[in-house]
T-cell receptor
């Protein structure tokens, strides 16, 4: 079945450590996204990528980094510079119709807790 | 940036009732999507509806782009409809960047 796989589902980290969240899709989508969700809040865009080897900052990119070396993969690193990293992280992908974004498909999310 | 406001923020319904959720946006958009987030955090796309009306079973949505709002109708609600409903938009002239509203939290009781 086509879809998006995020791992790990739950992650605990100590302050000062970098962690990398995995996102893999087999939908053959060009665009991929990372969103952050805090309790009771909406989703905020961290980074997005419309094509391999290219990505753009979203609204809250500080303290995060990404890479897009393969079409299927868009890993997110939460660095020690991120002041408040405890959150629910959601990866999504979409096909691109020229300039327009089509329907977003989401993974099941990764819940990061900093101890 | 574009502002996306959803109302009401919280809604409690008895099973079988109907409801209307609203999404207002502050600027011209070329993409509007409605999502349902279940209690386990999974987001499912309900509608891609930059304009017009669509229906899917008990759900339907209408977007009036010229007046900058969209409505999601839920009829004969079921307990499985519980969760958070988000609308998300892309500003006209920009690519890819979907901005999410703050959501409407729906609880359907027996």
């Amino acid at each position: 079945d086509g879809g998006i796989t995020q791992s790990p589902k739950y992650l605990f980290r100590k302050e000062g450590q970098n962690v990398t969240l995995s996102c893999e899709q087999n939908l053959n989508h060009d665009a991929m996204y990372w969103y952050r969700q805090d309790p009771g809040q909406g989703l905020r865009l961290i980074y997005y990528s419309q094509i391999v080897n290219d990505f753009q900052k979203g609204d809250i990119a500080e303290g995060y980094s990404v890479s897009r070396e393969k079409k299927e993969s868009f890993p997110l690193t939460v660095t020690s510079a991120q002041k408040n990293p405890t959150a629910f992280y959601l990866c999504a992908s979409s096909a691109q119709d020229g300039f327009l974004t089509s329907v977003l498909t989401f993974g099941a999310g990764s819940r990061l807790t900093v101890l | 940036g574009i502002q996306v406001e959803q109302s009401p923020p919280d809604l409690i319904l008895q099973e079988g009732a109907n409801s209307t959720l609203r999404c207002n946006f502050s600027d011209s958009v070329n993409n509007l999507q409605w999502f349902h987030q279940n209690p386990w955090g999974q987001l499912i796309n309900l509608f891609y509806i930059p304009s017009g009306t669509k229906q899917n079973g008990r759900l339907s949505a209408t977007t009036v782009a010229t007046e900058r709002y969209s409505l999601l109708y839920i009829s004969s609600s079921q307990t499985t409809d519980s969760g958070v409903y988000f609308c998300a938009v892309t500003l006209t002239g920009t690519a890819s960047k979907l901005t999410f509203g703050t959501g409407t939290r729906l609880q359907v009781t027996l």
